[in-house]
């Protein structure tokens, strides 16, 4: 199960990220990178997500695509915890990682100026975030109708 969990979270981009905020939900999508069962994403501390989490670190987050036939879904829901880890320059490794996934992101990192004002307001304020599982499950409706395996967490936070 930890080979199947890591492959998709390696294969897939975004990330759907559930916060909350004096009992309003809020969800938003993020592109992430995976080093080992840890996903980190960059975003804006003064997002309506980033607000949230500057008060509650406890979120929700699915993984997966957006299937057709019921069928045939598959994806991850978890429970975790996030943390600030801080901007472009603290985290040179985590900005390689996200260059060597998507590679449009490398002129966000590196030249924003190239993709004009609005943009480099924005980037001059991002900050990368670790979300770390806390409860981790595996759906295949493949196996059954509503299939799900829990993935133990102490297994989930070995990298």
């Not at 901007?87 to 390689?96: K, M, R, S, T």
């Not at 759906?139 to 299939?147: I, M, R, S, T």
Request: aromatic share 12%; proline share 3%.
């Amino acid at each position: 199960m930890r080979t199947i969990i890591l492959q998709y979270m390696s294969s897939h981009h975004t990330l759907a990220l559930a916060t909350a905020q004096e009992g309003l939900p809020h969800c938003a999508t993020v592109f992430y990178v995976n080093i080992g069962f840890k996903l980190y994403f960059v975003s804006s501390p003064t997002s309506r997500h980033g607000v949230n989490l500057s008060r509650l670190a406890r979120v929700s987050a699915t993984i997966n695509e957006d299937y057709a036939l019921w069928r045939l879904i598959k994806g991850i829901q978890l429970e975790g915890t996030v943390r600030k880890v801080g901007g472009l320059w603290e985290n040179g490794q985590l900005a390689i990682a996200f260059t060597k996934k998507f590679s449009d992101v490398a002129s966000f990192f590196a030249a924003p100026r190239q993709l004009g004002k609005e943009i480099i307001a924005k980037v001059k304020g991002v900050e990368f975030y670790e979300l770390s599982p806390t409860s981790l499950f595996y759906l295949d409706n493949e196996l059954g109708f509503g299939h799900r395996e829990e993935l133990p967490f102490a297994q989930s936070e070995e990298l």
